[in-house]
Each structure stands twice: as C-alpha cells, then as structure tokens.
C-alpha cells in the first residue's frame, strides 16, 4: 500500500526537473535514431528492412539509460517510412508478399517517423528528406521539390510560434507585460489562415486535417489538440498550449490540393484504447496481452509482435471491439507528393523548448523563384521561441535571422555563412 501511495504521490509534470530529463532523453534517443535512418534511406531499399533496422536500433539505445531502475521504457513510436504521396506513418509487414517488397525510389519525397520513451514520458519526431538521386547528386534541391520542403519548414516555424502563450516572452514594463499576457491566444482558425497564407506562397497546400496533440504520460492524444484545415465542423481542435504542456506538434504540406483519402491498404500500427472488453477469443486474448505488457498505450506495428501471422488475426477482434484502435493508411487525394513534420515541444515558463524535431533546412542548397512576401508573417517568423539565456540564445538568433531572410529572398541566402 506505502508503495501505490508513493506512486500516486509523484509529480509527473514539467513542474518535476525529473519529468523534463526523461522527455529530454527520449528525445535524445529519438534523434539519433532519426539520424541513423535518414542515412539508410538510398534509392532501391526496402522500407521494411529500414523500419526493422529503426526499431533495433531504438531498444538498443533505450537499453543504455536508466539501467537497474524500475521504469518502464521503449519505443513511443515505431520507425515508419512513408513513400511520396503517403501522409499517415507506413510500415509493411513481412508476412505481406505484396507491400513487404516495397522500395524507395529516388527523387521522392519521404516522411520518417519513430520516437523512444522514458517512464511513459515519449518524444516522437518526424522528417521528410528526398531520396537522394541522379537529379540532386550535389545535395541541391530545386523546383516543386524546393518548394514543398521550404514551405512545409516555414508553416512548422510559424505554427510553433503561434503555440507561445501570450505574454510568456513580452519584455518592457510590469504593466506592458501585463497587457500582453491578456491578449487572447490566436485561435486555430486563426492559425490555418496564416499558415494557408506560408504553404501558398510556395504554391502549396495544407494538409487537411493536420492534428497536434497534447502528450501526457503514457499518452500521446491528449485532452487538448489543434486542428488545422479541418475536413468538417466536426472535426476542430480544443484547448489551448499553456506552460507546463508538452506537445507532438505536426504540419503537413502538399503539393497537390491537400485533400486526403484512405487506401485500401492493411492498417499495420495499432494502439490500445482506455476500453475494456471481455475478449472472447483465445488468440485474441493472447495478442492483447503481449500489445500490453510490450507498448502500454503508445502505437506498435504488427512486425514488432512475436508471431506477426498470429497478430494479424488476433487484432480483429480488438479492433471490432474498440480495444485498440487502427491507424488507417491515408495518402493525397490526387497521389501528389506530401511533406510532413512532427516536433515534441514543452513549454516552460522561459519559452518553447523542442525537444526532439527535425533538423533545419540548408537553405543556401534550396532554389526556388518563391517567397514569402507577407509582412505580417515575416515579423512574427522573427519572434524567438524563448528567452535568451547566455550562448545557446546567440547560437539560436545566429540561425533565425538567415531563416527569416530566405523566406523573404528565396534562394539568396549568403548572409547565412556570415
């Protein structure tokens, strides 16, 4: 009993230094990995080998942290690989003779997604590179390419400035502080027209449906959420980012019209629900408890169950039953090609922090004819993320003032090397 009072007792939130240190070293993990797999991804390799390789990778640095102490840890997220057109994360099955031969191709645009978690504290993180080709050899993209990166990287910028409550980074006077702390958070609507205004100046589209989630422990669909571009009135966000929040925060770019569809492909990730449901299948019931005891509440694919074949019958039930729930395989509606990012933030009274996020953009190997031109989202593409504090704050000004300049000079970004 003295230990379930003591468990009850911990302080899980960013409150706690413990809380942030577990997200920070997921976050860690999550990026090296992500490194690791953007490095695998060549013309001609197989996404299931890259999304096996990720996920052995993942459990082997996981297991170097926290070694001898009574948490739980693992993966948050399995490492998927999405080809061009794809928008949700994709991760074939072995058992799968028609998807499990599927490979990259060169020039295409793909989204890498995968994550690590610490005591049920995940950080997951999303990047979208191009396959490296005969077309872009000497690392230079250009054109629609250009585009859709730049705008995707843009909207992401802009969306996690719009996140910073109001006032948490307002200088000057008590009483100037205090009236910028009143101003009402910018609303989601708010935020798609802006964001519409970013991802069009690269004659781009939004992504429809694009949803940033809050993350708890053991949790990565919180009770709060944005929205953007929502496919119906149904479909909004709810609440708003607060300090002490931590966030999986996404942006979605096409280069088609942004509307989106589901393929009739097998849905391979799953998560378990908070449902409860007397399972009536044996097989079923085994499945559910390996899901359980392997990944808690966070999203597996299939491959990672013990007998995959076994899974795959075992999972229907479940799902019938909402026990867990099925990620469908959504692509572009018009198969056009799609970026995609993911960034796990917290926000602490100092700022926003990102914790695990994809890498910056080299913009001096972007060439494009476009730019952003709207002076209102080129001043608060100038706004930082949080307070200044000694050399980490001049590092992070160094590289905001050529990323403001190449959304306003396009691919005229010489000043970055100054």
């Not at 997220?77 to 799968?96: E, G, M, N, Q, R």
């Not at 003032?401 to 100054?418: H, I």
Request: hydrophobic share 35%.
């Amino acid at each position: 009993m003295a230990e379930k009072d003591k468990e009850e007792a911990i302080d899980y939130t960013l409150n706690n230094p413990d809380t942030l240190t577990k997200y920070k070293t997921a976050a860690q993990i999550s990026q090296k990995v992500l490194e690791a797999v953007t490095g695998w991804c060549l013309e001609g390799e197989k996404i299931l080998s890259i999304c096996e390789r990720g996920d052995k990778l993942l459990a082997e640095e996981v297991g170097k942290v926290y070694k001898g102490k009574k948490i739980s840890k693992g993966i948050s997220h399995p490492t998927t690989v999405s080809p061009s057109s794809y928008i949700t994360p994709y991760t074939p099955l072995s058992a799968d003779a028609e998807e499990s031969p599927t490979a990259l191709q060169a020039n295409e645009p793909i989204k890498i997604q995968l994550g690590a978690q610490i005591d049920g504290f995940g950080a997951i993180v999303c990047d979208t590179i191009i396959v490296p080709g005969e077309t872009h050899k000497d690392d230079k993209l250009e054109g629609r390419e250009a585009d859709l990166l730049l705008a995707c990287h843009y909207a992401n910028e802009l969306l996690l400035r719009l996140m910073v409550p109001s006032g948490l980074l307002a200088s000057g006077t008590d009483e100037e502080k205090k009236k910028a702390a009143s101003e009402k958070p910018v609303t989601q609507a708010k935020m798609t027209q802006l964001l519409e205004k970013v991802v069009k100046s690269y004659a781009c589209n939004l992504v429809e449906g694009t949803t940033s989630w809050l993350f708890e422990r053991n949790e990565i669909e919180g009770k709060k959420k944005i929205v953007l571009a929502p496919q119906s009135e149904g479909n909004k966000g709810e609440g708003v980012p607060e300090v002490g929040d931590v966030w999986g925060v996404e942006m979605g770019v096409s280069l088609g019209s942004g509307k989106i569809k589901t393929l009739d492909k097998r849905p391979t990730l799953h998560r378990r629900t908070t449902i409860t449901y007397q399972l009536k299948r044996p097989s079923s019931r085994q499945t559910l408890s390996e899901i359980v005891k392997k990944f808690g509440t966070f999203p597996f694919s299939l491959r990672q169950l013990d007998d995959e074949r076994a899974a795959k019958v075992g999972v229907v039930e479940c799902v019938r039953s909402n026990v867990l729930r099925q990620y469908e395989v959504v692509a572009d509606k018009d198969m056009a090609p799609v970026a995609r990012v993911l960034t796990t933030i917290a926000i602490t009274k100092n700022g926003l922090i990102r914790l695990s996020a994809p890498p910056s953009p080299d913009e001096l190997k972007y060439k494009t004819d476009k730019k952003i031109t709207d002076e209102a989202i080129l001043k608060i593409l100038e706004q930082p993320l949080a307070r200044s504090s000694g050399t980490k704050s001049k590092n992070k000004k160094k590289k905001k003032k050529p990323a403001k300049k190449a959304a306003e000079e396009g691919e005229d970004e010489s000043s970055e090397e100054d």
